[in-house]
């Protein structure tokens, strides 16, 4: 049996009305729930600057490259970029590879809020597949391949 574990840490200070105004406008602006999918998307985030700094001290060529092509493959950074640039990422770069504000920024919805209900109702493919998870990061490979699914009126679907 798998142990869950917690994907986010909590901020040191939640109450401080500067962090709840930035986090009440990132939430407007991209559509989001919860405050969780934003302390998950800091956490991401935080990992991949944690890495970059211990590689700029470990000047490890191998997990370097691992690195930067995990992060060109996401489409987070170019094809030239370097460990400084990983450094230069914010949240936002991660919010805009979530498969919610990609159907959203294509067109397929009107609203983020809209892009959400499609993906959670299943009418939304990833290269031919279902993705029911609005936080699923897209691959930069993948984003082509985005569309809306044709429900049939069998399955009930208008």
């Known amino acids: 049996m798998r142990k869950i574990r917690k994907k986010f840490k909590n901020p040191r200070m939640s109450w401080d009305?500067?962090?709840?105004?930035?986090?009440?406008?990132?939430?407007?602006?991209?559509?989001?729930?919860r405050r969780r999918e934003i302390l998950i998307a800091q956490e991401i985030l935080r990992n991949f600057?944690?890495?970059?700094r211990d590689l700029i001290a470990e000047k490890d060529e191998v997990k370097t490259k691992a690195l930067l092509d995990k992060l060109v493959k996401l489409g987070l950074l170019g094809?030239?970029?370097?460990?400084?640039?990983?450094?230069?990422?914010?949240?936002?770069n991660i919010l805009d590879r979530r498969l919610q504000t990609v159907v959203w920024k294509k067109g397929l919805a009107a609203t983020p809020k809209q892009a959400r209900q499609f993906i959670t109702h299943c009418h939304v493919t990833v290269s031919g597949k279902v993705v029911r998870s609005p936080a699923y990061i897209v691959p930069a490979q993948e984003e082509p391949g985005i569309a809306l699914q044709q429900v049939s009126a069998e399955k009930g679907g208008g």
């Not at 009305?17 to 729930?33: A, C, F, Q, T």
């Not at 600057?49 to 970059?52: E, L, V």
């Not at 094809?79 to 936002?92: C, H, P, Q, R, Y």
């Open 79 to 92: 094809k030239d970029k370097g460990l400084d640039d990983v450094l230069a990422l914010t949240i936002s």
């Open 49 to 52: 600057r944690r890495r970059a």
């Open 17 to 33: 009305s500067d962090n709840i105004s930035e986090r009440k406008g990132i939430m407007r602006n991209y559509g989001l729930r």
